[in-house]
């Protein structure tokens, strides 16, 4: 996933085949709070050093991380409705 602070938070998720090919429209978040919360679901907060580093690419307003995502989670992200769940 990706992440710019622009007016909101604008995020995007990608496959992973590195060439950062979007696999979901753009999502747009008002607070960085709902980014912390959709990272904690992702499982990506494994250690404090992994913390302290998303908590420094939110400051700088930008940054991309690595998720593991549920079959559901993922379903949600790339459903055509759009709407994130889970």
């Known amino acids: 996933m990706s ?13 992973d085949d590195l060439a950062k090919t979007p696999i979901s429209r753009r999502f747009i ?6 980014l912390r919360a ?3 679901r992702s499982n990506k907060l494994v250690d404090s050093g992994t913390h302290e580093m998303l908590e420094a690419m939110i400051a700088a307003g930008h940054g991309g991380v690595w998720l593991r995502l549920t079959i559901e989670q993922y379903a949600s992200v790339v459903s055509p409705s759009g709407r994130m769940r889970g």
């Open 3 to 15: 992440f710019a602070r622009c007016n909101g938070w604008r995020c995007r998720f990608h496959a």
């Open 29 to 34: 978040f008002q607070d960085e709070q709902k």
């Open 38 to 40: 959709i990272l904690r």
